[in-house]
């Protein structure tokens, strides 16, 4: 199944198609990559050899992992030191909230995110991490501020869990597959995606 998933990325990511955006309408270019939270590792292994497949291609990647992105806005602010030696006495609810404020994706995530794509240049963004992240950053408040912000090249988000589209329930991204769905629409699911 992983290996299938990788061919099925690769196939995609590099088609013409795919990266001059075309045939999605007027929707942003936000593609979605679930998968099991028992694949995590081995998709850790396929993002870094799709990254070197795609560049033996010509196509160049630009990777941004929220976990690690969130621990340099911290340091940048000069407050993880001290989070990681309270963090033990502190609430969960407590910790959330504190973190929520300078981890917002509108004031400081998104703006770090512009950053690192103004650093490189790049074809196709991925974002990984996610489940790192969470419940500090949702993956639905990301993508919403995110979208005039990465809408010039294909945005790619490994999310570990479901992503679903249907006319009923509208789309949800549920992580895990197990915590509460975010309502998220404007996304397209990579691996029902044909170039």
């Excluded at 992983?2 to 198609?17: A, G």
């Excluded at 690690?68 to 502190?90: C, F, N, P, Y």
């Excluded at 809408?151 to 509208?170: A, C, D, Q, R, V």
Aim: with cysteine.
């Amino acid at each position: 199944m992983i290996n299938e998933k990788f061919q099925h990325l690769l196939q995609v990511i590099s088609n013409k198609r795919f990266l001059q955006m075309q045939g999605l309408g007027k929707e942003v270019p936000f593609f979605i990559c679930p998968y099991e939270i028992s694949e995590d590792n081995q998709m850790r292994t396929v993002t870094e050899k799709l990254k070197k497949n795609l560049d033996k291609k010509g196509i160049r990647v630009l990777e941004v992992n929220l976990y690690d992105l969130s621990v340099a806005i911290l340091k940048d602010r000069g407050i993880w030191d001290q989070i990681i030696e309270q963090e033990h006495t502190w609430e969960k609810e407590d910790l959330l909230e504190l973190l929520q404020g300078p981890l917002d994706p509108e004031t400081y995530l998104v703006p770090a995110i512009a950053e690192e794509m103004q650093k490189k240049e790049f074809d196709v963004l991925f974002l990984t991490g996610v489940g790192e992240v969470f419940p500090y950053i949702r993956s639905h408040n990301l993508l919403n501020n995110l979208q005039s912000t990465a809408k010039e090249k294909p945005t790619l988000l490994f999310f570990p869990g479901e992503y679903n589209h249907s006319l009923e329930s509208g789309a949800s991204l549920n992580l895990f597959n197990k915590l509460p769905n975010d309502k998220y629409y404007r996304a397209f699911n990579i691996l029902q995606y044909e170039v």
